[in-house]
Nanobody, 115 residues
Framework: QVQLVESGGGLVQPGGSLRLSCVASGSIFGRYLMGWYRQAPGKERELVATITMRLSTNYADSVQGRFTISRDNTKNTVHLQMNSLKPEDTAVYYC?????????WGQGTQVTVSS
């Protein structure tokens, strides 16, 4: 069983920045495909960004150029640096880990972009 714990959410003004972190339990973190997803009120959960064990990244078009995903395998941690935030980025952000056919989710952290 893998546990994922997110942190770093909060309230930020448009144009501001936030950095989300996710710490994973387990000794094979380096083998996981890690990702961030988000879910806004009334909408389905959507992919934000993923990073493979070989550090290959993928981003949703809506965040490309503004968000950066990274991982530190020595600390079992994945980060999401979010810059130039927009009100439409408001959502609960979830950390995700995939290993084989097993899919793990964190509890989520709220990000609110508002003036």
């Amino acid at each position: 069983q893998v546990q994922l714990v997110e942190s770093g959410g909060g309230l930020v003004q448009p144009g501001g920045s936030l950095r989300l972190s996710c710490v994973a339990s387990g000794s094979i973190f380096g083998r996981y495909l890690m990702g961030w997803y988000r879910q806004a009120p009334g909408k389905e959960r959507e992919l934000v960004a993923t990073i493979t064990m070989r550090l290959s990244t993928n981003y949703a078009d809506s965040v490309q150029g503004r968000f950066t995903i990274s991982r530190d395998n020595t600390k079992n941690t994945v980060h999401l640096q979010m810059n130039s935030l927009k009100p439409e980025d408001t959502a609960v952000y979830y950390c995700n880990a995939i290993y084989g056919t097993i899919n793990y989710w964190g509890q989520g952290t709220q990000v609110t972009v508002s003036s």
